[in-house]
């Protein structure tokens, strides 16, 4: 094996994937993070980062030019060998650096079809994937034919903001033509897309060389969506094994894959099982680790750590050795998660064998079960979430979107 040390840069505007930078520098190589100056003081793997680069203001405040140049300079006296975007909002920056400064990985184009929900419906249905009846807001023309021809309701849906953030629920034209209106110039960043009642599932695979390796594939038991837009107890559990749903999914996932030209990496890929014809339709994707603790969750049930295997994949394309996947196992795992009325939960109560994970963020109240049942596993979020609502649980309303990717 070759195994000289390699330079990368982690470029993440959310504090994540420590997991992710710690295993790449204990793999023999040098890692340097960029992020916004607010994470300044969060607990960062400083013993395992050569240096962190801190940007001014918001994420959508980086000042990309800046960004460019700064990165540039740090390659006068170190060969950058890969750029790697921790979080979705990333993305662009890590293509767009990538792009300007020939350095190989996802290029501007293929990041689209995994940050822009315009650009990953329309690539889907090109290729053959099942997607939700769907429009552009480019042209008055065609929203009309639209809102004419396809039934209500509907949901308008960023095109690049990250999970349930910003989408609204319409129920007639009049109503969508409002709410256009009042996105105003925004408009050309929004789409409109039939709204299809059923089970959500999310499928969170690792892939190499254009081929999924591994896909634990999973189900929300309360989505996204009910908990951004009516608060409650976020639940998701890895569906049974060889299931229906579990080969239904598989297929999918690797037909977005496909389509969308992923080669190497982690990925978070949403999928809804219609109630009206039982048919499964894409959502979106994301060629990132799934975020709310999913990943702690994945591990649970199948030994796989997400972030640490991702690690691996990218030090095996620098140093040029294969890539081996460790053996998984089979078990079930699932999360439950609130918001606290709390600063520091006490869930001492929650004292099940079962539990092996607790949520360690302020003002949160969770946990991740692991069994050899998938029933024990649904009968302990069940249970835990009544428990939650009655002693824990509050709700805050969601940050209304002032500014858009």
Not at 122 to 149: C, M, Q, T, Y
Not at 177 to 200: A, M, T
Not at 250 to 269: L, S, W, Y
């Amino acid at each position: 094996m070759n195994t000289p040390s390699k330079t990368f840069i982690c470029v993440s505007n959310f504090f994540k994937g420590g997991d992710f930078m710690s295993q790449l520098n204990k793999l023999g190589n040098k890692v340097y993070l960029i992020t916004s100056e607010k994470l300044k003081n969060k607990p960062w793997p400083h013993e395992h980062l050569e240096e962190i680069f801190y940007m001014s203001g918001q994420d959508l405040d980086w000042n990309l030019e800046h960004l460019l140049l700064g990165v540039a300079d740090l390659m006068k006296s170190n060969k950058i060998e890969s750029i790697i975007a921790l979080d979705d909002y990333d993305v662009e920056k890590a293509t767009f650096l990538r792009e300007n400064l020939r350095i190989p990985g996802m290029g501007q184009t293929t990041g689209r079809y995994f940050r822009d929900k315009l650009a990953m419906r329309i690539r889907a249905k090109a290729a053959g994937v099942l997607v939700p009846e769907f429009s552009a807001l480019f042209n008055d023309e065609e929203i009309n034919h639209f809102a004419d021809n396809v039934a209500a309701p509907w949901v308008l849906k960023p095109r690049s903001e990250a999970s349930a953030n910003g989408i609204i629920k319409v129920h007639d034209k009049e109503n969508l033509w409002k709410h256009i209106h009042e996105l105003g110039e925004n408009r050309i960043r929004y789409l409109v897309e039939q709204f299809k009642p059923g089970d959500v599932y999310h499928a969170d695979g690792l892939n190499v060389g254009g081929k999924v390796i591994s896909c634990t594939v999973s189900k929300y038991l309360a989505t996204p969506m009910e908990i951004s837009q009516g608060g409650g107890i976020f639940r998701s559990a890895n569906v049974e094994y060889g299931s229906d749903d579990d080969k239904a999914i598989q297929k999918a996932n690797i037909e977005v894959m496909k389509a969308f030209g992923m080669k190497d990496g982690a990925t978070h890929t949403e999928f809804i099982k219609n109630r009206e014809d039982g048919k499964i339709y894409f959502l979106e994707t994301s060629s990132r680790v799934g975020g709310a603790h999913l990943a702690e969750m994945v591990e649970a049930a199948s030994g796989i750590n997400l972030w640490g295997e991702w690690a691996k994949i990218e030090d095996s394309l620098a140093k040029g050795y294969t890539y081996k996947l460790p053996k998984k196992r089979k078990e079930y795992a699932g999360i439950v998660l609130t918001l606290s009325k709390f600063e520091k939960p006490d869930l001492s109560s929650f004292d099940d064998e079962e539990v092996c994970f607790r949520v360690p963020l302020d003002y949160h109240a969770g946990m991740i079960v692991r069994s050899k049942k998938h029933a024990r596993v649904r009968e302990l979020l069940d249970g835990y979430a009544e428990r939650l609502t009655s002693d824990f649980s509050t709700t805050a309303d969601p940050e209304k979107l002032t500014k858009l990717h």
